[in-house]
């Protein structure tokens, strides 16, 4: 994992305390496959025990004031880490250590037998200068012909020309011969850093791993193309993202399972299936980041009982508690941002 952050910027610093005063709150303390105390004692001081409700402020701060084994399912999307308006404060170390605190949080509030489950993208991708720089020689976009071999042929006919000359010779420009020998026209090959590609599930499996939780099961969300999001289509070889991964993780204790949470053809056509095609959110009014109320809709009937308690600390503007409310669900919601808070607020109480 370490070198995976090498040669990345600096994260907040207050991000530096918070990491110390949760990791002293929730138990971590930085060994593989160790994970947090799961009991503390109950009716502590500044316990939240209410539900039903969206709570402002940092996830990390108010999970650890949980009671103890009373969350069945938290199902949550964390930021992805590709630029959006409320995670450029984030470096990469700063990333890992969000949800990874975040994950250690909830050893001691999911109940025996229950589940926590992280919507995902399947990959990372940030500039790293400490990669050698990939480099992209669009062959269809050139407008002038003349390759580089060309030229070397050329000169080794003609060793004393000078570019001038050599432009002549090939019926090109002197700035052509110049880009084309010194590979100026490839991309990256000025300045650019190489992107680094990071696949995300074994971070998130090895995280939950050390805070005692294992992996159940994952489903596949095929979604629309994500065109704007993608930093490569027109210059690689590689795919387009239209797919996220839901890793849903076990913590050790009886599970109930009921076949009545779903019916036969819903058995049939997504509860049994591992790849969910479901659209995305066609406008992202609320939140430039939100997921659609059908894939929530799933993994909360699929992964949480009637009447069981939802949790969501990246709540955003409320999806999951909106609809862990309309299927009788307990909820609970938190985010950072006061602003989609009270949109999540008025979203759940109106579901």
Known sequence: MRTMRKGVQEGLAGDVQLGLDVVQAAGLNGERGKAAPT????????EETAFGRILTGDARRHLVKLPE?????????PPYYVGKSYERHLSFDGWCSLLREVIHCHTRIIKPGGFLAVNIGDILCFPDPSMPRFQANNMRRKKVPVTREQILAVKKEHPNAKRQELAEMLGCSEQTIQR??????????KQAASTKVVLTGCMVAEWAEEAGFHLYDQRIWHKDPCWANSRWHSNSYRAVDEFEHIYVFWRPGITDYDRNRLTA???????????????????????EAEFPEELAARVIRLFSPPGGVVLDPFVGTGTTTAVAKKLGRQWLGIDKDARHTRMARRRTDGA
């Open 69 to 77: 084994a009373c969350i069945d399912l938290s199902f949550w999307s």
């Open 180 to 189: 084309r020998l010194e590979d100026n026209n490839v991309r990256g090959g």
């Open 39 to 46: 009991t503390t004692p109950s009716g502590g001081k500044g």
């Open 265 to 287: 053809d819903e058995w049939a056509s997504w509860g049994s299936r591992g790849v969910w095609s479901i659209r995305s959110v066609r406008r992202n009014d609320r939140h």
